[in-house]
């Protein structure tokens, strides 16, 4: 059985950093790229970043661009997303999500982490 | 980018009703469009990829149609299950973007 668990997320002031990690399971993690995509409370989804399954091609979005960083361990079967200068448009659920294959398909996604920036 | 919309943004319907989002982009993108459920406080769930290829596990009464700007997905006979919000989704370019859902409610 597929498992992508998110963890650390939480509270961070303006201006703070955080990283987000994703544990996989269920599937040779190595062979797939994978993503993130985020909701920000009570609105839709938007795409944040993507990795290559080898970690040799990255993705973000222009919003997230020069800020965070979206790294991964294959010995570890561990997704990372290193975000820094946060601010409070970044609040929101963030996803890890497991690509079809290397096509922009989602077919699983974690349960989410929710993150906060506040003063 | 690729811009893309949904209608309606939401409905009303009851169980059994046949159900239509329709799903259009600003630009042609073959078939490469997704189709996601995401019920209150869950994290979505692909329903169809390549804009009419069920993935596995999905029930039979959700479809998918279309190509090149404009989609569809359909229930057939829409079940208490599947009251939630469904988004479409582009994988022709980077960046891929979503729409910005449409909310099925009980009537």
């Known amino acids: 059985e597929v498992q992508l668990v998110e963890s650390g997320g939480g509270l961070v002031q303006p201006g703070g950093s955080l990283r987000l990690s994703c544990s996989a399971s269920g599937f040779t993690f190595s062979s797939y790229a994978m993503h993130w995509v985020r909701q920000a409370p009570g609105k839709g989804l938007e795409y944040v970043s993507a990795i290559s399954s080898n970690g040799g091609s990255t993705y973000y979005a222009d919003s997230v661009k020069g800020r965070f960083t979206i790294s991964r361990d294959n010995s570890k079967n561990t997704l990372y997303l290193q975000m820094s200068s946060l601010r409070a448009e970044d609040t929101a659920v963030y996803y890890c999500?497991?690509?079809?294959?290397?096509?922009?398909?989602?077919?699983?996604w974690g349960q989410g982490t929710l993150v906060t920036v506040s003063s | 980018d690729i811009q893309m919309t949904q209608s309606p943004s939401s409905l009303s319907a009851s169980v059994g009703d046949r159900v239509t989002i329709t799903c259009r982009a600003s630009?042609?993108?073959?078939?490469?469009l997704n189709w996601y459920q995401q019920k209150p406080g869950k994290a979505p769930k692909l329903l169809i990829y390549?804009?009419?290829s069920l993935q596995s596990g999905v029930p039979s009464r959700f479809s998918g149609s279309g190509s090149g700007t404009d989609f569809t997905l359909t229930i057939s006979s829409l079940q208490p299950e599947d009251f939630a919000t469904y988004y479409c989704q582009q994988s022709y370019s980077t960046p891929v973007t979503f729409g910005p859902g449409t909310k099925v409610d009980i009537k």
């Open positions: 630009q042609s993108i073959s078939s490469y």
């Open positions: 390549a804009a009419s």
């Open positions: 999500v497991k690509d079809l294959g290397s096509s922009a398909r989602f077919d699983y």
